[in-house]
């Protein structure tokens, strides 16, 4: 227990504080964060990812014959997903199998 002790004594660690992604179009204004341990920072892939995009009809046509256009920025509460995927790994240890 003592050596236990001295090793946590021993440690010292940096953290490097992250800035939180509250803004899409601030956050894409920013260059891209760095990767957490082998990981991009949680949350920026709807940011940067390509979607894959169908483009049918003439968009500018339809806003130009559109009888009324209405341009505006709108905000929700925050939501979360609700998972229900089962993560587990079990293991049966036998006789060194």
């Given at each position: 227990?003592?050596?236990?002790?001295?090793?946590?004594?021993?440690?010292?660690?940096?953290?490097?504080?992250?800035?939180?992604?509250?803004?899409?179009?601030?956050?894409?204004?920013?260059?891209?964060?760095?990767?957490?341990a082998d990981e991009?920072?949680?949350?920026?892939e709807i940011f940067?990812?390509?979607?894959?995009?169908?483009?049918?009809?003439?968009?500018?046509?339809?806003?130009?014959?559109?009888?009324?256009?209405?341009?505006?920025?709108?905000?929700?509460?925050?939501?979360?997903?609700?998972?229900?995927?089962?993560?587990?790994?079990?293991?049966?240890?036998?006789?060194?199998?």
């Amino acid at each position: 227990m003592a050596i236990a002790q001295k090793a946590l004594e021993l440690i010292d660690v940096e953290y490097d504080v992250l800035v939180p992604m509250q803004d899409a179009e601030e956050t894409l204004k920013n260059p891209v964060p760095p990767l957490v341990a082998d990981e991009e920072y949680p949350g920026r892939e709807i940011f940067d990812r390509k979607p894959f995009v169908i483009k049918r009809g003439d968009v500018e046509k339809g806003f130009r014959e559109a009888d009324v256009v209405v341009e505006e920025t709108y905000t929700t509460q925050v939501s979360h997903h609700g998972t229900i995927q089962t993560r587990a790994c079990i293991a049966n240890w036998m006789a060194g199998r």
